[in-house]
Structures are given as structure tokens and as C-alpha cells.
């Protein structure tokens, strides 16, 4: 808000762009997390399933090893088991 009213007194038409810019972002992250939280706070029926942990530990284990090895240096070791 700052740059766009800065902008509008000095008359400045890249600050006040500038400054536009910074408002929409602001405004499209607070309508997102409004959203969300409106999602979240709505009471759903719960739909319950049979899930298996090694589908889903399948399915993380490349993220997680690319992550960790890359930013930690920690090496992962996966074993599945039957």
C-alpha cells in the first residue's frame, strides 16, 4: 500500500505499478488461505478406506531420498517388507 499511495502523491506511474503489483499478490495470497481455511473448517463425512503403508512409503521414498541426500547428505535405506 505504501508504494501505491507514495507513488500517487509524487505522481511516480512505475512505483504505483510497482505497488499495484505488490497489492494483488498480497490480496490473491490472503483469498487463498481464506479458501483453505474455509475448506478445512467445513464438516465433511468421513470416508474411511483400506490403505496399505508400503504403496505410500513407495511413493515418498524418491522425494524423500532426493531431499534428504541432496540438502543433508543423508542416505535412506528402504527395505520392503512382506
Known sequence: MYLVNSGFTKGNQPQIQEGWQIVKLTVERI???????????????????????NSVLKSLKSVIIRKYLVVFGILFVYHEIR
Do not use: H, N, T
Open 31 to 53: 483469498r487463498k488461505m481464506v479458501l483453505d481455511i474455509l475448506y478445512y473448517a467445513k464438516e465433511r463425512d468421513l470416508i474411511f478406506q483400506i490403505i496399505f503403508p
